[in-house]
């Protein structure tokens, strides 16, 4: 495990408050360094600005990673309810799944503010490419019992080579976690992913506080999981926003549907109705709910993941 100790990239992390400086400290004394520089995130350091030009570089973690310091996440999220709520949603208890099934209960938005707790760990900071999913089937021949639309995007199960650098998308959530467990990680919690994405100031786009398109993927299909630095999250992760949906735990079961919470949006927009998911680059105020049904159904053009790992 490699582990990288750069002191002055705590530059990025950063802070305003006395026990956001005791998570620089804490992320140093992880690393085996010190706290030097403790900046406002929102003005990113030399050092950030640096490996956002180059597009290279790592913060405190394991290759490819980076390190999360743990604490209190306040989860301001708001989604439409679909066929109950995604829990904790105050009124909206489990049980009472067939009170919401039709009219205004069905289309309402739920909005939440409630706070977890978690320990610190390391993120990817890029969503899993087809390139590691690769990785990962050669060295296990992993080939999940339902198969259907199972990396559709690979012609006759070959990696189109021009997309070896893109997210991996047709994966479902057993397919996800099982690359996880083989790379020695498991799939985010979703605070964990609210976490890395809006960092210790909940920002509301992981870059700051309004929408910018130049920052996200707007085009028509993937890119590739590092590129548009300049929209990496406070931590240093790309693509929170948008590119594709990522997975999260756990996954919901209700009694009536099985579901899972989904972040971030993707670079597809549907048009002409009303939609289960919403469509486009999401900020980190909205998730959503996407009901499971199937495996063939829901592997999605449009839903990949990134990993974490404890520390
Ligand atoms: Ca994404």
New binding site residues.
Partial sequence: MTVYAKVDSLGCIVLGSSALAERATWVAEVAGGSAQSVRDVREPSSALAERARTGSGLLFGVEGMVLIPGGKVRMRLTHQRRECGCYPDPGTPPEAWNKFLTGENFHLDLSHDFEVEVKPFFIDEA?VTNAEFKQFLDATGYRPKQAENFLKHWPGGEMPVELAEHPVVYVDLEDARTYAAWAGKRLPAEAEWHLAASGPDGLPWPWGNDFEAARVNTGAGTMPARSLPEGRSPFGCY????????WTEPRYDDGHTRFVMLR?GSFYKAEGSGWYTPGGPQPNTSHTKFLLMWPGLDRCGTI?FRCVRDT
Avoid: F, S
């Fill in positions: 969503e693509h929170l926003c948008g590119n594709v949906w990522e971030g990949g």
